[in-house]
């Protein structure tokens, strides 16, 4: 399985940072046929750290982790491409972030918005749901709560 490497955004390599934004317009945008701002500003957090895995130069998946407000981690845009889905590459992804927020926010909670059907999936990475249904662009989500 490839490597997961992550980096601020100002660290991507520009090619690798078109690809990866490529992949969540892809996923989020297009396909879900959520029309809303992808680039929504919070990449540029200084807390922000992009997670990627790429093979032979195509970023196959992605997810975000950053610092709330709250002052509890967050993870989110987790996208993989359509061709790869079923590998695992998403939960590499998630295992790397939730280790990655344990060592730079010891004691943080980790909250991230599921899209409702995927809410099991995120279960199995210690994630329970801790609030009401939404919806977010026609698509019903639910906030999920993984403690420190």
Known sequence: MPPVSSARLTDVPAETLYRLLWLRVSV???????????????????????????????????????????????IGRVATAAEARGRGLSAQLMRAAVERAGERWPGAA??????????????RFGFAISGPEFSEDDIPHVPMRRSA
Do not use: C, M
Request: aromatic fraction near 10%; proline fraction near 3%; charged fraction near 35%.
């Open 28 to 74: 989020f945008v297009v396909e879900q046929a959520a029309a809303y701002p992808e680039l929504d500003g919070r990449d540029l957090e200084p807390d922000t750290e992009l997670f990627w895995i790429e093979d032979d130069g195509r970023v196959l998946a992605t997810l975000r982790l950053l610092r709330d407000a709250s002052g509890n981690a967050r």
């Open 110 to 123: 980790i909250d991230l918005d599921a899209q409702k059907h995927l809410a099991d999936w995120y279960g």
